[in-house]
């Protein structure tokens, strides 16, 4: 029998034979399906840690942070004391834009797991995109004290130093990254403007030169509006 018409007449009734439906329509890449036996499951059962968290799981794939909300909030409620859920919470407020209820969730996920690198790179890309950088810049620093080989992380304190004009520090976070990564072309185009930016021209078209050729549209415009 195919998948779907297995679907169409099986009615599971029970928690489990919910879950074990989920299962079965993801290995079939039914995930909108897995959705909704998932919250089957809850509703037979609705403090399923694992039902919750699978549907959660699910919601953030597809971009659902609305209804991943709503999950999250379950979670927490379930295991307050879990600052995953409240990190996922403050994920998907991010993802919708919404930085300061996401800032909110993030600090209370500090406050239960300190040493967290995560929690500190992801408040500190909330604070950026919120446009408070001197917070942003602590966190990512604060990530980097914890786990100092954070490629992401390094790039992201960069941009906040360039927006501090603290330019010589993103010159110094940028290099770090092309030292590991010296083909990446976003990476030389973030470090070849910094180089304009403290007027030293000749590192700055050599980056972006390299940037280009990798075929860097941002670096290709900048080349363009010198010449």
């Known amino acids: 029998m195919e998948y779907n018409d297995f679907i169409k007449f099986t009615n599971a009734t029970t928690h489990d034979a919910n879950m074990k439906m ?7 890449n039914d995930f909108e399906g897995a959705i909704n036996f ?3 499951a809850i509703e037979l059962q609705q403090d399923s840690v694992v039902a919750n968290i699978q549907k959660l799981f699910l919601l953030l794939k597809l971009n659902k942070y ?11 409620r379930i295991e307050p004391h879990e ?5 996922t919470l403050a994920v998907c407020y991010s993802n919708i834009n919404e930085f300061e209820k996401a800032i909110i969730y993030y600090n209370k996920a500090i406050e ?12 500190g890309e909330a604070y950026f995109k919120f446009k408070k950088y001197y917070e942003a810049f602590f966190d990512f620093t604060k990530a980097l004290e914890i786990k100092s080989d954070l490629v992401g992380v390094y790039i992201y304190r960069g941009r906040t130093r360039g927006q501090l004009k603290d330019y010589y520090g993103a010159i110094k976070d940028f290099t770090i990254v092309l030292n590991s990564f010296p083909d990446d072309s976003k990476v030389l185009y973030l470090a070849g403007v910094t180089y304009l930016n403290v007027n030293d021209v000749e590192n700055g078209e050599k980056l972006l030169s390299k940037a280009a050729k990798l075929g860097n549209i941002q670096a290709i415009e900048v080349l363009n509006s010198k010449h």
């Open 66 to 76: 609305q209804e991943a909300i709503l999950i999250a909030e379950n979670l927490i």
């Open 83 to 87: 600052s995953n859920h409240l990190k």
């Open 38 to 40: 998932y919250s089957k």
């Open 22 to 28: 989920a299962e079965f329509a993801i290995k079939n």
């Open 112 to 123: 239960q797991n300190p040493s967290d690198y995560n929690l500190f790179h992801f408040r």
